[in-house]
């Protein structure tokens, strides 16, 4: 039923990618074939799909934030500074696109706009300034299934959200194996958001928000880790989870970024003012996320 870089400085990394192939070169009678062909590669070869996907930098931590516009500013130019700050995700109430966008203007690049699926048809990229588009589904209730079907044949990107009842209440093996139902059979679930509420109690509500429920932080790890285990056609789950930071309160914050990036995911929600908080956790890991990957 529940359906259930700190970036290295240019030259670095320019020397970096150059030294590599060197060294590979020189070991590489030592190397199988397969491992010096994936070691230089961008891309790896999924089997299921029979697609080659994009290798995600291990090193950055993705942050979504809310893109709530300030009283002093419209959405379009919120958009613009939230992709120059480095946030990979803009989550919006609902309304509107931007209709300020400066002719001309260079497009919102590596930025994924998360939006509640409207009535009609869905929004191309060109109504968010060239950002991608993901519309978030609940993953909870009988139109999941259908909801998700829908969007994806139109070539929309989807959401599928957990709500942080399905990490207090559900079973993480029967969560985690709804969630690989719904991707198997609709196409769709682009990114597994856990801790959303894609209504947030009233239609004009965000998608992310602070919320009274606080969830036990192993609880968290536990859906996390099966959602991990899932084999699904093309990304990785890993690269698919995105985590909200909120779900463990001030106190459990911490806890759940340390576990996750130690598991590999990449993908976390939190409010502005705790992108640097965030960003000083990943650089103890040797990562780095924002803004502060190009300090």
Request: with cysteine; glycine share 12%; charged share 25%.
């Amino acid at each position: 039923e529940f359906l259930q870089e700190r970036r290295r400085p240019r030259g670095k990394m320019l020397a970096s990618a150059l030294f590599l192939p060197r060294i590979l070169r020189r070991v590489s009678p030592m190397i199988p074939t397969w491992l010096r062909r994936h070691a230089l590669s961008t891309t790896y070869y999924d089997s299921q799909s029979g697609t080659h996907i994009p290798v995600r930098d291990d090193r950055e931590i993705s942050v979504q934030v809310p893109a709530r516009p300030a009283d002093d500013r419209t959405l379009w130019q919120t958009l613009r500074a939230l992709e120059r700050a480095g946030v990979r995700g803009a989550v919006l109430p609902a309304g509107p696109p931007p209709s300020d966008t400066p002719p001309g203007s260079p497009p919102l690049r590596g930025m994924t706009v998360f939006l509640t699926p409207p009535s009609g048809p869905p929004p191309g990229p060109a109504s968010y300034g060239g950002a991608a588009i993901s519309l978030v589904v609940e993953g909870e209730g009988e139109t999941a299934g259908t909801d998700l079907a829908r969007l994806a044949a139109t070539g929309a990107g989807t959401t599928i959200a957990l709500r942080p009842s399905a990490v207090c209440d559900g079973d993480p093996v029967m969560v985690a194996a709804s969630v690989a139902t719904l991707i198997d059979s609709t196409g769709g679930g682009d990114y597994i958001w856990i801790g959303a509420d894609p209504h947030g109690g009233g239609a004009d509500a965000d998608i992310m928000r602070r919320r009274a429920t606080v969830v036990d932080v192993d609880d968290a790890i536990r859906l996390i880790e099966e959602l991990s285990y899932l084999d699904v056609v093309g990304p990785t789950m890993k690269s698919r989870l995105i985590v909200d930071v909120g779900l463990a309160g001030e106190a459990g914050g911490e806890e759940l970024v340390e576990e996750c990036v130690g598991m590999g995911v990449a993908n976390f929600s939190v409010e502005r003012d705790r992108i640097r908080w965030l960003a000083d956790i990943a650089n103890r890991h040797g990562k780095c996320c924002g803004t502060v990957c190009d300090d």
